[in-house]
Nanobody
């Protein structure tokens, strides 16, 4: 089991940048993949980015490729999502996730953070 506690989020203007953080505890960092998803009001949860434990494998959704960057610090046991060039369409609740494998499906992950609301608005 991996416990995930998120920080970050809030209101930001269009074009701005924000970093979400996810502190992990429990299972050793080298045993799980990590990912970020988001869920806008009235929509399904959407995959954004994923990274294996070493960082050698990363996946991004087309909707965020080139704007969002996933990273992790296995020493500090943190996972990050750097979000740049934000638009109102990025408004959603963002979730970090951890699982035994890295993939683009929610079913690849068994542990989830509590969610962080991001509102992009002028």
């Amino acid at each position: 089991q991996v416990r995930l506690v998120q920080s970050g989020g809030g209101v930001i203007h269009p074009g701005g940048s924000m970093r979400l953080s996810c502190a992990t505890s429990g299972r050793p960092a080298n045993l799980y993949g990590a990912a970020w998803f988001r869920q806008a009001s009235g929509t399904e949860r959407e995959f954004l980015a994923a990274m294996n434990w070493s960082g050698a494998i990363t996946y991004y959704a087309d909707s965020v490729k080139g704007r969002f960057t996933i990273s992790r610090d296995n020493v500090e046991r943190m996972v990050f999502l750097q979000m740049d060039s934000l638009t109102p369409e990025d408004t959603a609740v963002y979730y970090c996730a951890a699982g035994g494998r890295v993939g683009k499906s929610q079913s690849d992950y068994v542990n989830w953070g509590q969610g962080s609301e991001v509102v992009v608005s002028s």
